[in-house]
């Protein structure tokens, strides 16, 4: 049986990262007969983001009032990644960046049947390596090492394609009425919000095949 999973979510989202890997557990505790296939949809965190994006000290100062509840807030979210095998590198960040250009290229990666690929190296690439992924030649290195062609990538970025993107995604987001992210929909019928534990999808999935 086909399974669809659509996942609302940003690249610069830890607990997407989280959510990320508990839905590839669930997966793989599928039988053969189940082919899933996921779609990645756009949603912005910061959608006032200035293009170059700011000091990720700033903003997190900011958004939780000091700098030390910050660290306290990625404390928790390193402890949890590490239970996921995801190393978070937190302090070699040093921007906050715009991500509409990221999710551009996860849209076209996904015509190019990467989509998945490129995703996961633009998680990898912010949380763990710190890389700029605002950053237009950052982003066509990350996705040309995850399979994305290189000239498709820059053509893109030069172009206005994919602009739509955020615009789908956010009426996808209000469609479902998603306030937070990651988000996760089932076969166009279950929902499940936040970086659940990989039952929660199994859950979903035996709902949907025991339907049929």
């Known amino acids: 049986m086909k399974l669809s999973v659509d996942v609302i979510s940003d690249v610069i989202c830890p607990w997407c990262y989280i959510g990320k890997r508990r839905l590839e557990k669930a997966i793989v505790s599928l039988n053969d007969e189940h082919v899933v296939q996921v779609r990645w949809h756009a949603f912005q965190l910061n959608p006032m983001m200035p293009a170059e994006g700011i000091s990720r000290r700033e903003y997190r100062t900011r958004k939780f009032g000091s700098w030390e509840r910050s660290k306290e807030l990625d404390a928790n979210v390193i402890a949890v990644g590490e239970t996921e095998g995801i190393h978070f590198s937190f302090d070699t960040i040093d921007k906050t960046p715009n991500t509409v250009a990221a999710h551009r290229l996860i849209w076209v990666a996904d015509q190019h049947g990467c989509q998945d690929a490129v995703g996961e190296s633009l998680f990898r690439a912010y949380f763990i390596e710190g890389q700029d992924v605002g950053d237009h030649q950052t982003l066509v290195n990350i996705v040309a090492e995850a399979g994305l062609d290189r000239q498709a990538a820059e053509d893109m970025l030069i172009s206005d394609e994919g602009q739509g993107v955020m615009t789908q995604g956010k009426e996808l987001s209000e469609r479902y009425r998603v306030d937070g992210v990651p988000f996760f929909i089932?076969?166009?019928?279950?929902?499940?919000?936040?970086?659940?534990?990989?039952?929660s999808f199994q859950d979903a999935f035996t709902q949907i095949t025991a339907a049929h």
């Open 186 to 199: 089932i076969n166009q019928k279950i929902a499940i919000s936040g970086a659940q534990q990989p039952e």
